[in-house]
């Protein structure tokens, strides 16, 4: 309704031109109110059918729900995210309901069958998640909250049961079908822990069994996003695919739109094949824009397009806009398309293989400046040598990929040559991984422990913007307005830790079974 009268505004204020912003204001206003609607909507927790509305008696409540997503096996536990379907004090009083369950199964041989899709029944108490009773630590409760999971039980034995398995299709359903398979034919071929897992996750997103020293690793040397299925995989694909289609020397009309359906249908089924997580389904909205775009023969603009494909995500589900994976894989594409060519340009090499080494180390130095203040936010640390990670690892991830796809096209059909291919990918996946562990062992190869609050990586992005104004308008006045912004960080920095060194402090923490205790006392030194 406010889009209608929007436009019959428009038309009765063309041409005045001091009412030009009534427009504006009219849309902006529109739009915040539809965010607000499409938010308050997609919290379960506002639904009136939502099971936690029902008042559980003393012993516990009855619930029904199906398996959301593929079970994640834990070390004495199974850990399910059950869609609800009824609830009630017994079996014979079941209401209608929904929401979703964190449902913890003991771990056996029954647990460990269930899938997506399966329908269970069991009884026992809901709970919300606890904050975290240690200062500073993750608060798991919030992030489940912004996956709407706002409750979560932990269920013996006895008390559930299996109703009945998955009888209907699928989509999702079968992508997780597929994506054990895969993972079973590339644990034959990738016979040492380091490499099956690292593969796994590269290839399908499947991170349960990457060990911890691994996945330190990854992060300590600014490479996590190799291990992580993201937007860079997904675009790997494109340019694989889109490869092989222009071999293609048909000329019809229709081949363009056959083409497009054929990617479309490729790039979502891997995005459902990895999980869909929130960076793999922004890079296949984005580039299925460009796909229809193309295929229907329309001009392209980078900044609509990755603004549109933001926009589609939100209405889906507005709480991955505080994903922190969806906020670096926009802000890294971002820093990408803007920084990039212009970084490329500083420095220009006549030698091919040198012109694509320094290409590429743009890249990963524009995506680095881009994201620099909220990796410095929410992880505390920076990777010196982020730029020889990622000149080995992104052309080499992709080659990884290429072989992994290939991999399993060729298991089923041809024994040795996937062999041969199995190998290959498995040197591949050494040489990384061998890689990442020389890296994580250079010299000051990660400074570590630096704390910025969220007004520091504002104004730290009020300065990129006023560096990017300053490009833009070749205006001097932007780069005195970023070193001010700088300033004030600065100093802002240097006040808190002023503050620290003056502290006197004693934190007691909790320790599953145990207490521990840190004493800080400094006294700030005066000269006499």
Known sequence: MALVVLQLLSQKLRGLYRYRWLP?????????????????????????????KVEPPEDGMVLVG???????????????ELGMSATGPTTDSLEPATGSLLLYLQRDSAAESLAYGDQLVISGKASTVEPPENPHAFDYGRYLHFQNIHYQAFVKNENWGLVKKRDWFSPYGTAISLQNQFTE????????????????ALIFGYRSEVPEEVLTAYSQTGAMHILAVSGMHVGILFLILNFFFKQVKWQHGSWRLLKAVILLVLIWSFA????????????????SFVIIGDGLGRNKNFYNTLTASAFCLLL?????????SFQLSYLAILGIVYFQPKIAGLWAIENRVGNYLWELNSVSLAAQLMTLPFTLLYFHQFPIYFWLSSLVLVPLSAA??????????????????????GWLLWAMLWLGNQTVMLIQHLPAALLNGIWIGGISALLLYLGLGSVMAAISSRKFRWVLASLALLLVVGVSFAFSEFHHQKNRQVTVYSV???SASIFLMVKSLVAH
Do not use: C
Not at 29 to 47: I, P
């Open 24 to 52: 504006g204001l009219l849309l902006s206003t529109a739009l915040l109110v539809l965010g607000y609607g499409v938010t308050w909507q997609h919290n379960e927790l506002n639904h009136a059918s939502h099971f936690s």
């Open 66 to 80: 199906e398996v959301a997503d593929a079970p994640v096996r834990k070390e004495n536990w199974v850990k399910i």
């Open 185 to 200: 034919t590339l644990r034959k071929h990738l016979k040492t822990e380091n490499e099956f897992a690292v593969g796994a």
């Open 272 to 287: 459902l094949v990895t999980g869909a997580s929130p960076s793999v389904m922004r890079s296949a909205v984005m580039f």
């Open 316 to 324: 889906y589900d507005p709480y991955w806009l505080l994903s922190v």
């Open 400 to 421: 990884e990929l290429a072989g992994g796809l290939l991999l399993l096209v060729l298991d089923p059909l041809w024994a040795a040559g996937a062999g041969v291919v």
């Open 512 to 514: 599953y079974k145990h």
